[in-house]
């Protein structure tokens, strides 16, 4: 069997958790997460990639973004934007922040990550395909709108996505290590194959 | 209770439908999705809201089946995709600014915000002036590319939960990438026909008919009528009529 993971810049370092967790299951490792990405693109890169492969041999492992991050392309090139962010080579760009207000209305922001990581859930157990999903560095923005939809999610293969501290970056730093560090790697890959296990999810 | 739900633009609303009104009660009911309804012997959901996105049309179905469908009832969906430079944004609930729409189902502080639409629709200022950022923010290649996840997504959800469906397309045809054209190859045409002919989606299928259409591109009651009979001919194709 061959773990594919899908996530941000936490998640594709080549000593991070993911290959520690593919040796730990035993797996080849195949690590699609990418340096500058957001949920909706994780959403869209799993959907091609269950549509490109035949996933009978695939374990998948996604590593949930920052909601804060639009994506955007533009003179060639696919960055994403982020109200956190002022360095946009094109001033165009950087003169958007007047409105995050708008592009970033945590109402609707939350409604749209929920509903990817709903999708995805559902859309992989249409094709009895096996994963595991946790949150790098937010957790879900809790609101009436999402409230259903978060009673939908199967929470034994998401590792707890309301709490802010269940995100791999918070449990890391509770633990006082830092993220990019192998006892890191270990630690965070050690806590999902618990958590794998103990879902009966292989 | 058995119910048609439709999902949408302002083709689906019933814009113009007619001939004066941009959205009214009659519209709403009326349109393709309520002549498909009447003849199904179905009651119409229709959530559908003028300037609707893709994104809206996604997130929609799976609010709907999770807040407020009874799985108890009997459902059919009709989901009708829409332009591809589109996505939504919100009015913050802080403020009182509204988007009024009619429909059932309606979040009134969702914006439908699209390439080229008026800036003065919107009371808020910070929507009608980032409109000025429409290059930056509406690539076609990337919002096609999320169009067919969409799509994809939902015929998978759908199938799973042994929900009736057809799919369509009102303003264009999905435009193909080297990046989404696994994803289009895989949907299935029967209850998705022609994603990504423009040739075939409803405004020009339509014109092409010699229908003819309102100064804002909609449709009066003889185009809804030619259409809902050509929606009709692919639910019979995947034996909904029987």
Known sequence: ?202 | MRYLVAFGCSHTNGSMLDGVNAASEWNVRNGFPGMLAKKYDRELINISMPGGSNQYIFRSVLKYMHHYMDDDDDHMFLINWTGTTRFELRYPNQLDHLYFSKGDFKDEKTIPFSMGIKASLFTWKPAAELLRFGPYLFDVDLLSNKWASYAYNLQQILGLHNIPYLMSNTCDGMTRTDYNSPIIDNLCPKHYPHADDTEECLVTWLLKQGIEKTKCWHFREDGHKLWAGKLDGFIQELGYDK
Not at chain 1, 30 to 37: F, H, I, S, V
């Open chain 1, 1 to 202: 069997m061959r773990l594919v993971s899908f996530g941000d810049e936490l998640t594709i370092k080549e000593d991070c958790h993911v290959p520690e967790l593919a040796k730990s299951l035993n797996m080849d490792c195949l690590n699609l997460g990418k340096e500058d990405t957001s949920n909706e693109m994780i959403f869209t890169d799993i959907t091609k990639f269950v549509c490109q492969n035949d996933m009978e041999d695939f374990f998948v492992l996604i590593g949930w973004t920052s909601p804060y991050r639009r994506d955007l392309y533009w003179k060639d090139t696919l960055f994403t934007y982020r109200p956190d962010r002022r360095d946009y080579v094109d001033n165009g760009v950087n003169a958007m922040h007047k409105f995050d207000v708008a592009l970033f209305d945590e109402h609707l922001i939350s409604q749209h990550w929920i509903t990817y990581t709903l999708s995805i859930q559902k859309m992989l157990q249409s094709h009895n395909i096996k994963y595991y999903m946790y949150n790098t560095q937010n957790a879900f923005i809790y609101h009436q709108d999402v409230s259903k939809k978060i009673q939908a999610i199967d929470l034994t293969r998401y590792h707890n996505p309301l709490n802010q501290n269940s995100s791999m970056a918070y449990y890391l730093k509770e633990k006082n290590l830092p993220v990019d560090s192998p006892e890191s790697a270990k630690t965070w890959a050690d806590f999902l194959m618990a958590k794998i296990y103990a879902g009966d999810i292989l």
